[in-house]
C-alpha cells in the first residue's frame, strides 16, 4: 500500500452541496478507516461567513449527509474528525487578493506540521478556475519548493473544444500539467476500474477482444430521475455534454484502449489517449443523421404519479431543443476494432437508474442449432458500473431432454458478495489516489480535448444542421421508438432492469 504524506486539502467552494454531499463524506469514510496521514487538516475556502465552528457544525454535526455514517460512533472519535476541518471566509468575490489566504494556510501548516503539501480542490463554477489559479500564483502558493502543490478541478471541463483548450491553457500559466487533476467520478467507480483487470489479466478475454469475435459494443447510461433543480444548467449542457463528452467516453477509452506497457498513471493514460483520438470524426450532415439521436422527455404517468415533460421543468425553455436523451453510433479506426460499431445511449427518466457496457460477440459462423430462439443466444459480456455492480457472462447451454433446445445461462460475479472487502465510493478513492500523486483515474489535457474533438460535430449539427429532428419520449420509456433503427441488422438496445441478472423469471426471494 502507497504511504500518505502529511498534507493540507483546501476546498474553494466549501459551502456548496459538493462539497458536504460527497466531499466531507468521503474525508470521513478515510479517518473511519484510517487512511488519512497522521498530520491532516481541510481547510474550506468559501464566501459565506463562517467561523471554523460554525462550519463544523454544518459538514459535520448537523450534516444530513452524515447522520447515518455517526449515528454510533463514539464522540471523541467524531470530534476528532471534526477537528481538522477549518474554515477561511475569502470575501465576497473569488477574485482578490489571496494574502490572507497564505497567512491562514501557513498558519495551519505550522500548527499541524503538514510539510507544505497542498491539494486545492475547486468545487466552483468552472469559470472561476482560472482566477483562482491565477490568485494563487500571484501570492506564490503554487510553488512547489517546499512541499508538492496539486490542482483538483470538477468537471464540465470546458463547453467546447475552444473553450476546453482555453482553459488547459489558462491554467498551464499557473500549475504544470502534472499538478492538475481533472476529477471525473465515474472514474472512481470500482467496475469501471476491473474493466481493465478484465480485459488484461484474463487470458480468456484479451484474445477476443477485437473485431475477429465482437460483434458490437453497447454502453448505456440510464438515469430515472428528470433534471430535478437542475433545469437552468441542464438546458445549456444537455445529455451529450453532461454525460456522453465526459463519463461516458471514459470508459469507452478503457474498452478500446491497447494493453498498456505497464499499470504505471502515464501509460495507461497515454494509451487512453491514442483510442479517444483513434474514434472516427463524423463530419458528413448525411453521416451524422444516420448515426446519431436526440429526444426529451414528455409528460407522462409513472406509477400513478403525472410527472412533467422537460419543457415544463424549472428553469428550462418552454421551446427548448436541448436533448435529455442522446444516442450515437460510431466505429473506431485502429486494427483491433475496425468495422465494429460501438453504440452509446445516456439519458434521464429511463425505466430505471443504470449504467452498463455490453459486449456482443459474434454468432459461430456455422450454426448447427437454429431457431427463432437463437437471435437471443448470442454470447455477451455484461459490465454493470452502477447499480448490482458485477459482471455477467451469457452463454447458452442445452435444456436436459431429447433434442438440441438451447436454453441461456449466466456466469455472474457481484461486488456485494465480497462481504468482507470494503469497496470505496468514488470520491473517497479518486481523493485518497491524489493524496498520494496517483493520476491514473484523473483526465489529462490532451485526453479532455480528444474527447471534446469527437463530440463537437455532433453538437454543431445537432445546432446548425438542415432538417435535424427532436424526438420526444414519455417519461419512464427506453426513449423514442425509432431508438432501435440505430442497432444494425434489425437488432435492439438491451434495455436492463435494476438487477444486472435480467432474465424472465428472475427475481429476489431473500
Not at 45 to 70: C, G, I
Not at 152 to 158: A, D, L, N, S
Not at 339 to 346: A, E, I, L, Q
Not at 407 to 424: G, Q
Request: hydrophobic share 35%; net charge negative; glycine share 6%.
Amino acid at each position: 500500500m502507497k504511504k500518505t504524506e502529511n498534507q493540507m486539502l483546501v476546498i474553494f467552494g466549501a459551502s456548496g452541496d459538493l462539497t458536504a454531499r460527497k466531499l466531507i463524506p468521503s474525508l470521513f469514510n478515510l479517518y473511519m478507516a484510517d487512511q488519512l496521514p497522521k498530520n491532516y487538516v481541510v481547510l474550506g475556502v468559501s464566501r459565506s461567513n463562517l467561523s471554523d465552528e460554525a462550519y463544523r457544525e454544518r459538514v459535520v454535526y448537523n450534516s444530513s449527509f452524515l447522520t447515518e455514517k455517526t449515528k454510533n460512533i463514539d464522540e471523541a472519535k467524531l470530534k476528532g474528525f471534526a477537528d481538522k476541518l477549518y474554515y477561511e471566509d475569502i470575501g465576497d468575490d473569488y477574485d482578490t487578493d489571496y494574502s490572507n489566504l497564505r497567512k491562514r494556510v501557513e498558519s495551519l501548516k505550522e500548527k499541524h506540521n503538514t510539510s507544505g503539501n497542498i491539494i486545492y480542490y475547486l468545487s466552483t463554477p468552472p469559470t472561476l478556475y482560472e482566477t483562482i489559479a491565477h490568485r494563487l500564483s500571484e501570492v506564490r502558493m503554487n510553488t512547489q519548493n517546499n512541499g508538492w502543490k496539486r490542482l483538483i478541478v470538477e468537471k464540465p471541463f470546458g463547453y467546447s473544444l475552444e473553450t476546453a483548450k482555453k482553459l488547459n491553457k489558462g491554467l498551464h500559466q499557473y500549475f504544470k500539467e502534472n499538478q492538475i487533476y481533472r476529477i471525473d467520478h465515474y472514474l472512481g467507480k470500482e467496475t469501471v476500474q476491473n474493466l481493465l483487470v478484465t480485459r488484461f489479466s484474463n487470458s480468456i478475454f484479451e484474445p477476443l477482444w477485437n473485431r475477429n469475435y465482437i460483434q458490437h459494443v453497447e454502453i448505456t447510461n440510464a438515469e430515472s430521475v428528470g433534471v430535478e433543480k437542475r433545469g437552468g444548467y441542464y438546458d445549456k449542457s444537455g445529455a451529450l455534454r453532461d454525460m456522453f463528452q465526459n463519463h461516458l467516453l471514459q470508459i469507452v477509452s478503457l474498452v478500446v484502449m491497447e494493453p498498456p506497457i505497464g499499470s504505471e498513471a502515464e501509460e495507461i493514460r497515454n494509451e487512453k489517449v491514442k483510442a479517444l483520438k483513434s474514434l472516427r470524426i463524423m463530419t458528413d450532415e448525411k453521416e451524422l443523421a444516420e448515426n446519431t439521436i436526440r429526444a426529451q422527455y414528455v409528460g407522462s404517468t409513472i406509477k400513478g404519479e403525472t410527472v412533467k415533460g422537460y419543457r415544463d421543468e424549472d428553469g428550462v425553455d418552454p421551446n427548448s431543443t436541448t436533448e435529455t436523451y442522446a444516442a450515437v453510433k460510431f466505429y473506431v479506426d485502429n486494427w483491433r476494432w475496425h468495422g465494429v460499431p460501438f453504440y452509446v445511449r445516456t439519458a434521464k427518466r429511463m425505466p430505471t437508474k443504470v449504467t452498463e457496457i455490453v459486449i456482443h460477440f459474434k454468432k459461430p459462423h456455422h450454426q448447427i442449432f437454429k431457431g427463432s430462439e437463437m437471435q437471443e443466444m448470442d454470447n455477451k459480456l455484461i459490465v454493470r458500473i452502477q447499480p448490482d455492480e458485477g459482471i455477467l457472462i451469457k452463454f447458452g447451454v442445452k435444456v436436459p431432454g431429447q433434442g438440441f433446445k438451447v436454453e441461456r445461462a449466466n456466469l455472474d460475479f457481484y461486488y456485494s458478495s465480497l462481504v468482507e472487502t470494503y469497496v470505496m465510493e468514488a470520491y473517497e478513492r479518486l481523493l485518497l489516489d491524489c493524496m498520494q500523486g496517483d493520476a491514473t483515474l484523473y483526465a489529462r489535457a490532451d485526453e479532455v480535448e480528444a474527447a471534446w474533438e469527437f463530440v463537437d460535430p455532433i453538437l454543431n449539427y445537432w445546432k446548425n444542421g438542415k432538417d435535424v429532428r427532436m424526438y420526444g419520449y414519455g417519461a419512464g420509456a427506453w426513449g423514442p421508438e425509432n431508438a432501435d433503427d440505430l442497432i444494425e441488422e434489425e437488432g435492439y438496445w438491451r434495455n436492463p432492469s435494476e438487477n444486472l441478472a435480467d432474465d424472465p423469471g428472475y427475481c429476489v426471494i431473500c
